[in-house]
C-alpha cells in the first residue's frame, strides 16, 4: 500500500540546520508531487511548500522563503526538507504529504510525522 | 493569503448525532476547499476534496458542500472513532492555508 516514512525526532540549537527525509513505497514516486506541512504545539496546520517529483520544481511559502530547500532522488522515492537557521518557534511536527496529482494542492497521503525541538 | 475561518472551534455531541462544520474563505475559492480528519499521534486523513468529492475509503457519513466562500463538512451519524479534530484546507493558489481547526469532543 501507499506509504510515507519520515525520518525519527530531532532536537536541534538556535541556528541549526534540520533535514527531514521522507521515503515514499507503494507508488509512482513521479507521479505525485509532494508537499510539506507543520503544525506547531497549539496552532493550526502551515503549508511550508511543495515540490514537483519529477522535475524538481519548487514553490515555498513565503515564510520560510530564505530558510527552506526541498530536494527529492527519484531513485529512493524519496523527498527531503531542510530548515535552516532554525528557532524556537520553529519547534513543531513536520510532515510529507503527498498530493493528489502533480498540481492539485491537496494531500491525501500523509507521513507520520517528525517532531523537530529547537531547545539551548 | 487567502484566510480560512471555521465554526465552531470544538464542539460537543453523542453517537448518532448529525454534526455540521463551517468553513469559509477570505475570497472566492471556487470549489478547491478540502477537509482533513486528524488524530493525537496519527496522520491526517483526506476526507473529501474539491468541496463534495468522498475520498475513496471514507464512509459515506461524511459529506461535504458549498462552494465560492461557504462551505460544510457533515457527519450523517456520529460514530465513536469520528472524535477528532477536522480542518479545511483550500487549495485554490498558493500558499494554500488551513483552518483553525474543529475539535469534535464527546
Known amino acids: 500500500q501507499v506509504q510515507l516514512v519520515q525520518s525519527g525526532a530531532e532536537v536541534k540549537i538556535p541556528g541549526a540546520s534540520v533535514k527531514v527525509f521522507c521515503k515514499t513505497s507503494?507508488?509512482?514516486?513521479?507521479?505525485?508531487?509532494i508537499h510539506w506541512v507543520r503544525q506547531a504545539p497549539g496552532q493550526r496546520l502551515e503549508w511550508m511548500g511543495w515540490?514537483?517529483?519529477?522535475?524538481?520544481?519548487?514553490i515555498y511559502s513565503q515564510n520560510f522563503q530564505d530558510r527552506i530547500s526541498f530536494t527529492r532522488d527519484p531513485s529512493a522515492s524519496t523527498a527531503y526538507m531542510e530548515l535552516n537557521s532554525l528557532r524556537f518557534e520553529d519547534t513543531a511536527v513536520y510532515s510529507c504529504?503527498?498530493?493528489?496529482?502533480?498540481?492539485?494542492?491537496?494531500?491525501?497521503?500523509w507521513g507520520q510525522g517528525t517532531t523537530v525541538t529547537v531547545s539551548s | 493569503d487567502i484566510q480560512m475561518t471555521q465554526s465552531p472551534s470544538s464542539l460537543s455531541a453523542s453517537v448518532g448525532d448529525r454534526v455540521t462544520i463551517t468553513c469559509r474563505a477570505s475570497q472566492n475559492i471556487a470549489s478547491y476547499l478540502n477537509w482533513y480528519q486528524c488524530k493525537p499521534g496519527k496522520a491526517p486523513k483526506l476526507l473529501i476534496y474539491a468541496a463534495s468529492n468522498l475520498q475513496t475509503g471514507v464512509p459515506s457519513r461524511f459529506s461535504g458542500s458549498g462552494s465560492v466562500t461557504d462551505f460544510t463538512l457533515t457527519i450523517s451519524s456520529l460514530q465513536p472513532e469520528d472524535f477528532a479534530t477536522y480542518y479545511c484546507q483550500h487549495s485554490y493558489s498558493t500558499p494554500v492555508t488551513f483552518g483553525q481547526g474543529t475539535k469534535l469532543e464527546i
Open positions: 504529504a503527498r498530493d493528489r496529482g502533480l498540481q492539485y494542492y491537496d494531500m491525501d497521503v
Open positions: 507503494g507508488y509512482t514516486f513521479t507521479s505525485h508531487a
Open positions: 515540490i514537483h517529483t519529477g522535475n524538481g520544481n519548487t
